[in-house]
């Protein structure tokens, strides 16, 4: 069964980091670029960045609004995409979705369940 | 970047008829080397990720009943519900892969009047 799940979340004081990790299963992994997303709570859906399968060079993008704090990356070999968030804003409290896709310009499914990120202090 | 507008911010439907959502991009996402445009609809419920109904602008995914639907090119680009359900009461959002960074529309909340 093709699944995406999300894990790492939880309660985090700013400024501080954390990592959040998303394990495929189901499908070839490395055939595909993995994205994050989030969603504030009760607002709507933003995209974070993205990693492209190492067939297209593994580079990654990012939304202007993460850029420089925002890291991607991925192992292949696991099965496994990271999102490594450093100095942790409240505007970071968030549900962390990750999602993949044939590539960039194409859509992207599934999404797993999420990750709940709380930036409080 | 691309801002892609919903209309309307909110809906309701009575059970059995038509729900129409539309979407309008800043600027077009159709490909022209391929005739394709790069713009989905999802489905969210309450605590559940986003579904994927539609891609291609048209293209239903497998699984999804035919009740729903998706039209237009370019720039502006409706989903509509033909025969409203219980089960679709959900937000409804659009979002272009033509280009990063990737955007939504702002979500259509779909209710039952």
């Known amino acids: 069964e093709l699944q995406l799940v999300e894990s790492g979340g939880g309660l985090v004081q700013p400024g501080r980091s954390l990592g959040l990790s998303c394990t495929a299963s189901?499908?070839?992994?490395?055939?595909?670029?993995m994205s994050w997303f989030r969603q504030a709570p009760g607002k709507g859906l933003e995209w974070v960045g993205l990693?492209?399968?190492?067939?297209?060079?593994?580079?990654?993008e990012y939304a202007a609004s993460v850029k420089g704090r925002f890291t991607i990356s991925r192992d292949d070999s696991k099965s496994i995409a990271y999102l490594q968030i450093n100095s942790l804003k409240t505007e970071d409290t968030a549900v962390y979705y990750c999602?993949?896709?044939?590539?960039?310009?194409?859509?992207?499914?599934?999404w797993g369940q999420g990750t709940l990120v709380t930036v409080s202090s | 970047d691309i801002v892609m507008t919903q209309s309307p911010d909110s809906l309701a439907v009575s059970l059995g008829e038509r729900a129409t959502i539309n979407c309008k991009s800043s600027q077009s996402v159709l490909y022209s080397s391929n005739n394709k445009n790069y713009l989905t609809w999802y489905q969210q419920k309450p605590g559940q990720p986003p579904k994927l109904l539609i891609s291609w602008a048209s293209a239903r995914e497998s699984g999804v009943p035919d009740r729903f639907s998706g039209s237009g090119s370019g720039t502006d680009f409706t989903l509509t519900i033909s025969s409203l359900q219980a089960e679709d009461v959900a937000v409804y959002y659009c979002q272009q892969y033509y280009s990063t960074p990737y955007t939504f529309g702002q979500g259509t909340k779909l209710e039952i009047k």
């Open positions: 999602t993949r896709a044939l590539g960039t310009g194409w859509p992207f499914d599934p």
């Open positions: 990693i492209r399968s190492k067939a297209y060079g593994g580079t990654t």
């Open positions: 189901g499908f070839t992994f490395g055939d595909y670029a």
